[in-house]
């Protein structure tokens, strides 16, 4: 199982951008599917996880609004959209899948078996 998270890059406050996952060696369709953030000396942090079929999204409070996680099985690929960045979202980037019911989506770091290499989102002030 390999998950390929990139779109990650430098941006101003108030700007947007769109971070993929890419798995393959899994029957996507099957996964729910996680993104997670780490900004130096803190913590890892749930961002936002969605159902193996897409229906059933979740987000932390800290990005309520701002960003969107979606999936297309079809292209087996998680997107996540991030708009009106703030500089306090800069932070290493990581998707995460597990196997899972239909309408299951996780929220700890824990639940999850697989992870992929981290993206690097940074804004600028």
């Known amino acids: 199982v390999q998950l390929q998270a990139s779109g990650g890059g430098l941006v101003q406050a108030g700007g947007s951008l769109r971070l993929s996952c890419a798995a393959s060696?899994?029957?996507?369709?099957?996964?729910?599917v996680g993104w997670f953030r780490q900004a130096p000396g803190k913590e890892r942090e749930f961002v936002a996880g969605?159902?193996?079929?897409?229906?059933?999204?979740s987000y932390a409070d800290a990005v309520k609004g701002r960003f969107t996680i979606s999936r297309d099985n079809a292209e087996n690929t998680v997107y996540l959209q991030m708009n009106s960045l703030k500089p306090e979202d800069t932070a290493a980037y990581y998707c995460?899948?597990?196997?899972?019911?239909?309408?299951?989506?996780?929220?700890?770091?824990?639940?999850?078996?697989?992870w992929g290499q981290g993206t690097q989102v940074t804004v600028s002030s």
């Open positions: 060696g899994l029957t996507f369709s099957t996964y729910a």
């Open positions: 969605i159902s193996r079929s897409g229906t059933s999204t």
């Open positions: 995460a899948a597990r196997y899972s019911g239909s309408w299951v989506y996780y929220t700890r770091a824990g639940s999850y078996n697989y």
